[in-house]
Antibody
Framework: QVQLQESGPGLVKPSQTLSLTCTVSGASISSGGGYYWSWIRQHPGKGPEWIGYVHYSGSAYYNPSLKSRVTISRDMSKNQFSLNLGSMTAADTAVYYC????????????????WGQGILVTVSS | DIVMTQSPLSLPVTPGESASISCMSS???????????LNWYLQRPGQSPQLLIYLTSSRAFGVPDRFSGSGSGTDFTLKISRVEAQDFGVYYC?????????FGQGTRLEIK
């Protein structure tokens, strides 16, 4: 069974950088194929917002609305991937999820199939 | 960005009845490969979203056949027949035709 678990601070000061880590079990982030290791956030009462994802190759793709502040990387030796989001403001207060995105090269599958439980990050001084 | 708009935002339903949720995209979700990249998720209170339907009408593993998805182009529908207690929560549609991947604002299925 694939499981993802977010870890990191629940409270960040304005202007600081948020650093979160997702630990994956039951699957290898280095297994290749059509898996993209993703970060998604959800503001209270809103729909999820895709932040970006990283492929096992190291290629990363970001939401243009956050691209200037975001870095997603992976550590295959630890089977983890991470999110860094800089210049945090109160508008970044949200629940942050890590998730696995699967896209088959035939195009016949395309979805987020496994999600972490989420971590609430509050931006406040 | 492709904007996803759901309706209604709230849907009171009596258990045992059927429910229908609409999702409209700001541009067609039809890829040149013939697939339409529209998924549906259910988020129960305090939980992460779970996949119900992918590619418009394919049920995810373990999802009961009470759930069905349909639609094409920019108009999509999720239908739930014989609503059960575990079906209540917030439903989201999501497009993955192009990045950024975007979600709808959600439809809350409530007990009537």
């Amino acid at each position: 069974q694939v499981q993802l678990q977010e870890s990191g601070p629940g409270l960040v000061k304005p202007s600081q950088t948020l650093s979160l880590t997702c630990t994956v079990s039951g699957a290898s982030i280095s297994s290749g194929g059509g898996y993209y290791w993703s970060w998604i956030r959800q503001h209270p009462g809103k729909g999820p917002e895709w932040i970006g994802y990283v492929h096992y190759s190291g290629s990363a793709y970001y939401n243009p609305s956050l691209k200037s502040r975001v870095t997603i990387s992976r550590d295959m030796s630890k089977n983890q991937f991470s999110l860094n989001l800089g210049s945090m403001t109160a508008a970044d207060t949200a629940v942050y999820y890590c998730a696995r995105y699967y896209y088959h090269s035939s195009g016949s599958t395309s979805y987020f199939d496994y999600w972490g439980q989420g971590i609430l990050v509050t931006v406040s001084s | 960005d492709i904007v996803m708009t759901q309706s209604p935002l709230s849907l009171p339903v009596t258990p045992g009845e059927s429910a229908s949720i609409s999702c409209m995209s700001s541009q067609s979700l039809l890829h040149s490969n013939g697939f339409q990249y529209l998924n549906w998720y259910l988020q129960r209170p305090g939980q992460s979203p779970q996949l119900l339907i992918y590619l418009t009408s394919s049920r995810a593993f373990g999802v009961p056949d009470r759930f069905s998805g349909s639609g094409s182009g920019t108009d999509f529908t999720l239908k739930i027949s014989r609503v059960e207690a575990q079906d209540f929560g917030v439903y989201y549609c999501m497009q993955s035709l192009q990045t950024p991947i975007t979600f709808g604002q959600g439809t809350r299925l409530e007990i009537k």
